[in-house]
């Protein structure tokens, strides 16, 4: 790119020397309007922190408020544990008997009671509701690593959206003084009659174009810096840049080790894993239902005055009977086995899907990286051999303005589509991570 800017600069100046006692015509201010029209499509930024991926992904970890979220649902699924399995409270009790209607405050005519109870479930009930409670908490921390990984992979797509817009406005401003150069050299020679004047007109229309792209290229820019700051934790219109360079060359894994890293990696096979896991336990406690569950009391009885003894004790114990109401409880059973029927087909069908989502994701990767490499090794050095070849053509008098002007917006398309497939290239790795659950090496991006 450095070799075509001095080429056109050369261009420019000789022809500048060549007809120097030319006279300019009347419509030579366009170039200067375009100019003014390429100044007014930029976006009037004040440039923020330039971070690297790796500092936005870690200050994104701790402030996003997605995460803070999903943690202090671990913290209440974590502090519901030790209730699960606590017994319930002990109970007093006062009773009065026998007292007098004609004497209602002479309670040393009455039996008085004081008693205290206690419930307890029947064996095994309270190991596996705290198991219960515990598989919850799991589910909470699963769906921490869920969203972790979410927010891991939409940073990672709003970085490259950022990279890769800032990337646009660096070719196009470097396009652009290629551009404005041509039309200085297509100028004077409009001026000395070699040229026609809708090559000139021709070559202003290229530059409006790149002006017009700029626009779209600022408001991309704009949008992916609201979204990173927003996965930040931070306000929308923070100042922002990023750096970093893509890379494309290195292999991708096989289907088969993504394959056996998402069966331990991915947060929501996890997570279908610790549900059906769960509804086992409940199946379980449903079937604990045929269990009688006992209480027990003892109590101090002072007996109206008068009465030998006067003061005695009672204990008192009731038990549950179940099966006397055996159609509820294995109505209950059976509600559990369906449950556990349901999250056992949710875990089959969510590793198939996984299967295809990782098989779909690497394929698309890969030929997202075959078409990067395309650009990069073929179509980009094509291009810039083509416009070296016109620009010396041109000054030589062997082809035409036009013919430079397509050469030249030729290297301005393929220099920004090579960005685009490289920036898709890391867009499918970031897709890919997201169905393995895990980072994949060939995301990573030297700084």
Excluded at 75 to 103: C, N, S
Aim: aromatic letters at 4%; hydrophobic letters at 45%; proline letters at 5%.
């Amino acid at each position: 790119m450095k070799t075509l800017h001095t080429l056109m600069g050369a261009l420019s100046l000789a022809l500048v020397f060549h007809a120097c006692d030319a006279q300019a015509p009347d419509d030579a201010s366009g170039l200067s309007n375009l100019s003014a029209l390429i100044g007014n499509a930029r976006a009037d930024t004040t440039p923020g922190p330039a971070l690297t991926l790796d500092e936005v992904e870690r200050i994104a970890l701790a402030e996003n408020p997605e995460i803070h979220v999903a943690a202090r649902k671990v913290a209440a699924a974590e502090a519901h544990v030790p209730l699960a399995g606590a017994l319930d409270d002990p109970q007093a009790m006062y009773r009065g008997w026998q007292v007098p209607l004609t004497r209602p405050w002479d309670y040393n005519a009455a039996q008085n009671m004081f008693m205290l109870g206690q419930s307890f479930p029947g064996r095994g009930k309270r190991g596996l509701r705290t198991n219960i409670a515990q598989s919850d908490s799991e589910l909470a921390k699963d769906d921490l690593d869920a969203t972790r990984l979410r927010v891991r992979v939409e940073v990672r797509k709003a970085f490259f959206d950022l990279l890769h817009a800032q990337d646009d406005l660096r070719i196009h401003d470097q396009h652009v003084g290629i551009a404005q150069q041509a039309i200085e050299a297509a100028r004077i020679k409009y001026s000395v009659g070699k040229i026609p004047q809708v090559e000139v007109l021709k070559a202003q229309v290229s530059l409006t174009r790149l002006a017009e792209h700029m626009i779209r290229f600022d408001r991309d820019a704009e949008v992916a810096r609201a979204r990173l700051n927003t996965l930040m934790g931070r306000k929308p219109e923070t100042p922002i840049e990023v750096r970093g360079e893509y890379a494309v060359t290195a292999p991708l894994p096989s289907l088969e080790t993504l394959v056996a890293t998402a069966i331990q990696a991915r947060p929501d096979l996890a997570e279908a894993v610790a549900a059906e896991t769960k509804s086992r336990k409940e199946e379980e406690l449903a079937k604990k239902t045929m269990a009688p569950d006992f209480s027990v009391s003892a109590g101090y009885m002072l007996m109206p005055s008068g009465q030998n003894p006067r003061n005695n004790y009672m204990v008192e114990g009731s038990m549950s009977l179940p099966w006397l109401n055996r159609h509820k409880h294995d109505a209950e059973v059976t509600e559990a086995t369906a449950a556990v029927n349901e999250r056992d087909a949710e875990v089959t069908a969510m590793k198939n899907e996984a299967l295809g989502q990782i098989e779909e994701s690497l394929a698309e990767a890969r030929a997202a990286q075959r078409l990067a490499r395309v650009y990069q090794d073929s179509l980009k050095p094509q291009a810039e051999q083509t416009l070296h070849a016109a620009v010396v053509a041109y000054e030589n008098d062997q082809t035409s303005f036009l013919d430079l002007l397509d050469s030249q917006m030729t290297v301005v398309d393929v220099d920004l589509a090579a960005i685009d497939a490289i920036a898709d290239f890391n867009m499918k790795m970031a897709e890919l991570e997201l169905a393995v659950g895990a980072p994949v090496a060939a995301q990573e991006v030297t700084k």
